[in-house]
């Protein structure tokens, strides 16, 4: 996801300062190359967040796992950083209701820092509401069939890890878990 972002973000003209990498293979290397840009940028990707810090950024993107308590450490660097966040993270688009000390921290910890925290990007809302809500304005519905595929390798790591990407699954409709068939019910 960082790489997708890279890219979008260059594509814009936004002036990248910095990049942390957590994968030894991209510690050190440009993040043109990393990203698959075929050029270089001028931005070392660095394994130490205070180092990316230097060059001064006011908004830092962050893309590495889906839940705030694995989140949470990477928030607060960049919050102390005095960085404005923004994350593709699920969870802190509303993570009083699930992690509510942790959404606690790091909302005093964005305000005593005069800067914020916020959730963004392509949610599940587009994979798993947007049909229902689109079937919501039709006046009947006789059969709904419907299939999501993508690349994960596209997505990275966590995302693949997230699906069970690897992993053997024993029983054959956990596999089918986005990939179903629903019929309305007839009126009574």
Known sequence: ????????LLEKGVKIVGAVGR????VGKDLGEVTG???HIGVEVVSDHNKAFEG?????IVCVSSYLKAMHDHFAICLEHGANVVTIEEE????????PELANELDHLA????????????????????????????????EVNGRCMWNV?????????HLRVGEEVENRHERM???????SAPAE
């Open 1 to 8: 996801m960082g790489s997708i972002v890279t890219r979008l």
């Open 23 to 26: 994968s030894p293979e991209k």
């Open 37 to 39: 840009l075929d050029r």
């Open 56 to 60: 001064g950024a006011d908004i830092a």
């Open 92 to 99: 802190t688009v509303y993570p009083w209701s699930t992690s």
């Open 111 to 142: 305000k005593a820092n005069g800067v914020t925290l916020a959730a963004s990007g392509a949610q599940d809302v587009f994979w798993l509401y947007l049909v229902s809500t689109l079937l919501g304005a039709a006046h009947r519905v006789d």
């Open 153 to 161: 390798d596209d997505y990275g790591l966590e995302v693949a890890s």
């Open 177 to 183: 878990a986005y990939s179903g068939r629903a019929r």
